[in-house]
């Protein structure tokens, strides 16, 4: 069975030989993080045994929590932190330092406690971009790609993409004013030239006439089974490749249509394995091993 999640209330201090790690969300009880960052610790611990003495749990944190959640976890003991929905753009000014990716991208998911002041990263974009070339064999650079959401992911997604100068780009939401925002955080940094936005309900003729389209979703719907569908894949290519970000469920009604349809697809199972390995070096100054980590995240998802 997963692994329950802790209210930020009940978390007590750490005795002084502990480290604390933990994932903070809402909703939460679905994320496999733990089993997944305990696995690549344990064997850490058998190069160093000091790692014995690390720990990793989700928590429930809401937004308006979080500003109070953050001082008082570095003071329990806790030194690396993941994000998640919905905190990963909210946290941006509660930190004091935030490396030039995360900047870029506007959006973190790694929290490190270093030199009295927590510091913001974000291996989403690494994250996927390892996961696409693993589960689907795309080359992100030389991809076409539609990514569905305008939240961190998202914009982590966008980011990747552009940085390895994509073909071309377009980025889809409910909300084409949250989209705006986002586009113009991301003119400050990326050539927008082969970027383009529009509403999900408002899909572009040219869109369904592409071949090898890489769709990406990056928004919540599909956590809950009465969610509906960001987009119908009907109409798109039979060429078309679909990557969800949600693991847990396995199987979103997006990836069920997509398997209807004979595209290719995966779920983010392998990218957050491997955002969580690039979380877990910076905390732990240590190369990972992704192995463990999948090992245990498929038995997670098993059980």
């Not at 090898?212 to 509906?228: C, E, F, R, W, Y």
């Not at 290519?237 to 199987?251: A, C, E, G, L, R």
Request: with cysteine; charged share 20%; proline share 4%.
């Amino acid at each position: 069975m997963l692994e329950s999640s802790i209210l930020i209330e009940d978390v007590v201090p750490l005795p002084d030989n502990q480290v604390g790690l933990a994932v903070l969300g809402s909703p939460i009880e679905h994320s496999i993080s733990p089993q997944i960052h305990l696995s690549a610790l344990k064997e850490l611990s058998i190069i160093d045994p000091k790692f014995l003495n690390w720990n990793y749990i989700k928590i429930q944190v809401e937004s308006s929590d979080l500003p109070s959640a953050l001082p008082y976890l570095a003071k329990c003991g806790y030194l690396g932190l993941n994000l998640t929905i919905p905190h990963k753009v909210d946290v941006l000014p509660l930190l004091e330092s935030v490396d030039e990716e995360a900047r870029n991208i506007g959006a973190v998911n790694t929290l490190f406690y270093d030199c009295a002041k927590w510091n913001g990263f974000n291996s989403d974009g690494y994250g996927l971009e390892k996961a696409l070339g693993q589960s689907l064999d795309i080359s992100l650079g030389a991809a076409k790609v539609l990514i569905l959401g305008a939240g961190g992911a998202a914009r982590a997604a966008a980011a990747q993409a552009l940085s390895r100068q994509c073909r071309q780009v377009w980025m889809a939401n409910r909300s084409l004013s949250r989209l705006k925002i986002l586009e113009k955080k991301l003119g400050e940094t990326f050539d927008l030239s082969g970027f383009s936005t529009f509403e999900l309900s408002k899909i572009p003729a040219e869109l369904f006439t592409v071949e090898d389209l890489v769709i990406i979703n990056a928004t919540s719907l599909g956590l809950n089974k009465s969610d509906v569908l960001p987009i119908s894949l009907r109409g798109f290519h039979s060429t078309t490749k679909v990557y969800d970000m949600i693991y847990n469920p396995p199987q979103t009604e997006l990836l069920a249509e997509a398997v209807n349809l004979g595209m290719s697809c995966e779920n983010g199972l392998s990218m957050l394995v491997h955002q969580a390995a690039r979380s877990l070096s910076i905390w732990t100054k240590q190369g990972i091993s992704s192995g463990a980590m999948f090992s245990s995240a498929k038995l997670a998802l098993k059980q």
